[in-house]
Each structure stands twice: as structure tokens, then as C-alpha cells.
């Protein structure tokens, strides 16, 4: 009997106790373990995502500066991202160039801007939003923060108007080698165009003091020039042209342009006695050999055809200034 009281007792006690812990058991296990809570926020769920970095982002009025949209998706999109069409100016900054959206892989986009800010402060560069295409979805919009530029001024704080400097006193700059050479190159082209007017002006005056004297002197003179000349190639190429020239004038037509099939024509019309057309072709068809055919010719044959040459001429003056009794000949034309 005592064993059995002592037996309900112990059962009262523990059930009691049962009974006054079961409350603080339920609640330890219906509070949430230190592993319970919301699940962590992956990278691909942030995605996509679209950043500007400026660089540098603090610039003087003018100074460049590089801005680079970065957008990051997780690869999947169906096309290629919408970036903004551009216009010349992106919020306070003027936009200089543009560059084009780059694939650079893993989902990863970037454009390249070049701006410049000519307004002192803190210009802002309002949000943009690019399209992102998905696939199976319609195209999300990712958008960036507005950006704050710092443009500072050049002159120094207080001072709207920087004062100018004292002029600096002259300094004599040393002529370089470039000059001087220069200098040489000028006046030795000065003295080959003086060489050549002089040259020019002389046979000009020539021409003119020709032109003043009668067919025949002139000719006489021009025959003296030649008798000086050693070269023989020379000395006949001059007699054709003297020769010719003397025609021309006496004869009355633009000889020394002319042929000798033409020169003989003309004679021909003008009725000048065959005799004398005969003996003028053959001294212009001498020449010609030595000036076009480059036929060999002696100092002895030239200077006969000089000789020739006058002669012909004394004959070319009788006939046309003939006696008075003698038939009316064309007049010449001088």
C-alpha cells in the first residue's frame, strides 16, 4: 500500500510537469529556425541591368568626356537591345559622337558616347531606358539614374575676367638655315627670269630694229651675224631662216611659216622669174637637209651658201624694181 502511494504520487508529478512545459515546447517548434526566412537575391534575378559610367566625371567647359551605357542581361534575349536614338544634345551635355552598341559577350552590351558641357556647374544627364527583346515575354525596359556631371571654370575663384598680360618686349628671332637656303633658291630663280627677259627683250629689239630696215639691209646684217658663227649646222639653220624671212618681206607672204613646196607655190602665183624661184629652192632645200635630215655640212660649203644667199638676194632686188621701160612687175609688199 505505501509503495502504490508513493507510485501515484511520482505519476502525478511527472504528468504536472508534462503539462506545464508543453506550452514553451510547442512555441520552440513553431518558431522558424535561424535557416527559415526569405530566400537570397541571385545575380541573374537583378538582371537586366543597365549602368553609365562618365570618365572623368568632373571636366572643364570643353573638355571631353567618354560616357559608356553598360547593359548586362542573362544572354537570353530573342534580339539584339534597343539602345536610344540619339540627338545632339543628352540632358545640359552636347554629344559629339556616337558609337555603335557592341556585343562583348555573356550577355553584355556597350555604347560609347563623347560629350563636352560649355555651362559652368553641375550638369545633369537625364535617365535613358533601353529595350531589352525576350524570349516568349515582351521586350522589358531597363532604365539608368540620372548622372550629375561637375563642369568648373577655368578662371580663378572671384575673378569673372582674367586681366591681360603686359605685352612682351620684342625679341629677334635668329634666322634659320631654311630661310637662307630660301633666300638662295628666290634669287637665283630672280636671276634665270632676269637672264630670260634680257634675252627675250634683246630679240624683240632685233625684231623691231629689222622691221624698220628694208628687206634687202636686213638681210645683209643677218648675213653678217652668220658669217661669225663657227658651227656650220647652226650657221645653215640660220641661213634658212633668214632666207626665208627675206622672201616673205620682199615677195610680199608669211614665208618663214611656210614649206618649201609652199614658198615655191606662192612664187609661182606672184610670177617671180624661174631662174629665181629654181636658185631660192635650192638654198632652202640645202638648209633643211642639215636642220631636219642632220646631213653633215663643212665651214667652206656654208659659208659659199652665204655667198649664194646675197647674191640671190641682188638678183630678187633687180627684178623687182625693174627699168622703167621694162613691163609693169607685181608690186612688192615690204
Sequence with gaps: MKYSAWGERFTLAVAALLLA???????????PTAHDGPEPVTESALLPRLTVELTPSSISIGDRVEAVLTLETDASQAAPPRF????EHWGDAEILTVGEPLDEGDGIWRQRLALTVFETGLATLPAVEVQVPTTGTAASVVGTEPKILQVESVLPPGEEEIAPLPPEPVRELPAGSRFWWMTAVLGLACAVLGFLLLRVAHRIRQTLAAMALSPIDALGQALIRLRAENDAGRLMTGLS?????????????PAAEGTTTQIQRQLRERQVPPELVRDTLVLLREADQIKFARGAADSD?????????EQLA???????????????????VV
Design 21 to 31: 512545459t508543453s506550452p514553451s515546447l510547442a512555441q520552440v517548434a513553431d518558431k
Design 84 to 87: 536610344p536614338v540619339w540627338g
Design 241 to 253: 631662216l633668214e632666207l626665208r624671212r627675206y622672201i616673205g618681206r620682199a615677195v610680199g607672204f
Design 301 to 309: 660649203s656654208a659659208s659659199h651658201r652665204l655667198d649664194d644667199t
Design 314 to 332: 641682188q638678183r630678187v632686188e633687180e627684178w623687182l624694181q625693174p627699168a622703167p621701160d621694162e613691163a609693169q612687175r607685181p608690186e612688192a
